[in-house]
T-cell receptor
Framework: GENVEQHPSTLSVQEGDSAVIKCTYSDSASNYFPWYKQELGKRPQLIIDIRSNVGEKKDQRIAVTLNKTAKHFSLHITETQPEDSAVYFCAANGAGGFKTIFGAGTRLFVKA | SAVISQKPSRDICQRGTSLTIQCQVDSQVTMMFWYRQQPGQSLTLIATANQGSEATYESGFVIDKFPISRPNLTFSTLTVSNMSPEDSSIYLC?????????????FGPGTRLTVL
């Protein structure tokens, strides 16, 4: 089955700096790669996603890149703000069905 | 988007007992998913529930421990049976939104379970 690895587990940046989180997946049949943000005590919410026919997608301060050949994808947050502090999960979907498999998560701290 | 509610929001249970968690969606969906999120951990898929058929369980999860019902296209239940402290976790139901071809997962608010 699909396996998603995520790094780093913890990331601390200064406000205004960029943050990058990286993930790899194992199943080449996966074709949808979402990123979720989970604030303390709340449910995960989608912040950006990318499909396998696209190499990069951007939404304001957030961008995601995908390298299908290497089977890795990354989340880039620019001009970080304290409210970006949360746990971020990458995920992969589409291989062998419709289930979404999540990475271990990255706890991002943005210091003011 | 899908609006999902779960009941109960939290519970404290004694070991050896069972708890049934309910999940209600505001629209008809083919598949519903049940996840477990242990403290400080990621989301682990327990099973996929299709209406009209038996749930499909992931490795490490079995029907006797986590029986699931899916009586219609807007509702599902997950039972945590014969609970032990290791079952203490947040349980989330989820559905996939297909509007515009998206595979976005929408999550319920979760059920926080503590087993003493």
């Amino acid at each position: 089955g699909e396996n998603v690895e995520q790094h780093p587990s913890t990331l601390s940046v200064q406000e205004g700096d960029s943050a990058v989180i990286k993930c790899t997946y194992s199943d080449s049949a996966s074709n949808y790669f979402p990123w979720y943000k989970q604030e303390l005590g709340k449910r995960p919410q989608l912040i950006i996603d990318i499909r396998s026919n696209v190499g990069e997608k951007k939404d304001q301060r957030i961008a995601v890149t995908l390298n299908k050949t290497a089977k890795h994808f990354s989340l880039h947050i620019t001009e970080t703000q304290p409210e970006d502090s949360a746990v971020y999960f990458c995920a992969a979907n589409g291989a062998g069905g419709f289930k979404t498999i999540f990475g271990a998560g990255t706890r991002l701290f943005v210091k003011a | 988007s899908a609006v999902i509610s779960q009941k109960p929001s939290r519970d404290i249970c004694q070991r050896g007992t069972s708890l049934t968690i309910q999940c209600q969606v505001d629209s008809q969906v083919t598949m519903m998913f049940w996840y477990r999120q242990q403290p400080g951990q990621s989301l682990t898929l327990i099973a996929t529930a299709n209406q009209g058929s038996e749930a499909t369980y992931e490795s490490g999860f079995v029907i006797d421990k986590f029986p699931i019902s899916r009586p219609n296209l807007t509702f599902s239940t997950l039972t945590v049976s014969n609970m032990s402290p290791e079952d203490s976790s947040i349980y989330l139901c989820s559905v996939e939104g297909r509007a515009g071809g998206s595979n976005e997962q929408f999550f319920g608010p979760g059920t926080r379970l503590t087993v003493l």
